[in-house]
């Protein structure tokens, strides 16, 4: 059963509308995972899991829900009692700006705080930088007027080139 439930302008759309436009969305953007959620129970406990994350992040950064989108990280994997798991890439986009920001969980702090992921100026590999909690968090690292201190992992020699400076020695 489908609602005819049309809206006269964006800003007004409805439930049903903004729900068929998220969905719509997930599938624009190649998410397999949405397409595959009901697949398995693993599926979809994979599926509401990240559905939670982008929903704490959204709420930290204050942010719309929609503009968070949690994927497989290519680079990084886990270790589980059942193998190994690709980590979440967690993806901020500024609907304002369409600039985006890429995290990690922070596990000291699983769905309380996050790594911004970003470029070392040392050696332009990515690696994760700084911790965040919340926007002032980020504002705070954002901030040139700041003196934000990296976080422990920002100095990993294993994230950054053989003769970066900023990479701790093994």
Same mark, same amino acid.
């Given at each position: 059963m489908h609602s005819n439930n049309t809206a006269t302008t964006q800003t007004a759309l409805g439930l049903a509308d903004r729900a068929v436009l998220a969905a719509r969305t997930m599938r624009d953007k190649g998410i397999g995972e949405f397409t595959r959620r009901h697949d398995t129970p693993e599926q979809w406990n994979r599926w509401a899991r990240r559905a939670r994350v982008a929903r704490n992040v959204a709420a930290a950064l204050q942010m719309p829900a929609?503009?968070?989108?949690?994927?497989?990280?290519?680079?990084?994997?886990?270790?589980? /009692?059942?193998?190994? *798991?690709?980590?979440? %890439?967690i993806t901020v986009t500024d609907p304002a700006t369409a600039r985006q920001w890429?995290? %990690?969980?922070?596990?000291?702090?699983?769905?309380?705080?996050?790594?911004? %992921?970003? /470029?070392?100026?040392?050696?332009?590999?990515? *690696?994760?930088v700084v911790r965040i909690a919340c926007l002032a968090d980020l504002g705070d690292y954002l901030d040139p007027d700041s003196d934000v201190v990296p976080a422990d992992e920002a100095r990993d020699a294993s994230l950054h080139e053989a003769d970066c400076v900023l990479a701790l020695p093994n």
């Open positions: 929609d503009s968070v989108t949690v994927t497989d990280d290519p680079d990084r994997q886990y270790r589980t /009692r059942n193998g190994n *798991v690709p980590g979440d %890439l890429r995290l %990690l969980t922070d596990f000291t702090g699983p769905g309380e705080s996050w790594f911004v %992921l970003d /470029r070392c100026p040392g050696c332009e590999a990515e *690696v994760p």
